[in-house]
């Protein structure tokens, strides 16, 4: 992966995607471009090993829910061959425009306002993104979406999935 030439810092040349309040959201970024990098690599490879490294920001957390187990890369890819935390649209960087191209969602997060954020990537577009809306119409509930996280750490998430259970 390309680095830019910035001192002190080692930010991906990936598109970032940005529509959330919390500006510290962006110390996800090189997580998500690691994450990225792996993903295009597995797609050249498919047969090739996934490392089974822990991730810091592949789990679902919320402000009076705890936090979900975090993710090994190898659970993430499992979960996403499976049909798990994939949506099948985001907005562009202006927010006005849903792009239909699959997004992999990496983490979620809920405020105690009812505030909703998760971050993923788009291979298709090599783009990272982090925002707080749903780019479809389904609304997600906080137990919902740890339970993905917590039967994608335990592998025992069925196959063929249609995506995220709406309520």
């Known amino acids: ?7 002190g810092k080692n930010l991906p040349e990936y598109p970032v995607i940005f529509h959330a309040n919390n500006p510290e959201m ?15 690599l597995y797609e050249d490879e498919p047969a090739g090993p996934v490392p089974d490294i822990l991730l810091t920001h592949a789990s679902c ?12 890369l190898k659970q993430l890819f ?3 061959r499976a049909g798990w935390l ?3 649209c985001y907005y562009d960087a202006d927010g006005s425009t849903r792009i239909s191209e699959k997004l992999y969602v990496v983490g979620t997060g809920y405020g105690l306002s009812g505030a909703y954020v998760f971050w993923g990537i788009v291979p298709s577009r090599r783009t ?4 707080d809306r749903c780019p479809t119409a389904e609304v997600f509930s906080i137990s919902t979406s740890m339970n993905i996280y917590k039967r994608a750490a335990e ?3 069925p196959e063929n999935a249609l995506g995220w259970v709406k309520l």
């Open 86 to 88: 994939t949506h099948s």
């Open 155 to 157: 592998g025992t998430l």
């Open 128 to 131: 990272i993104v982090i925002a």
């Open 26 to 40: 962006n110390a996800i970024v090189p997580e998500l471009a690691a994450i990225l990098d792996h993903f295009l």
């Open 61 to 72: 957390g919320s402000s009076f829910g705890g936090e979900s187990p975090r993710l090994t």
């Open 78 to 80: 499992a979960a996403w």
């Open 1 to 7: 992966m390309k680095k830019k030439n910035n001192p």
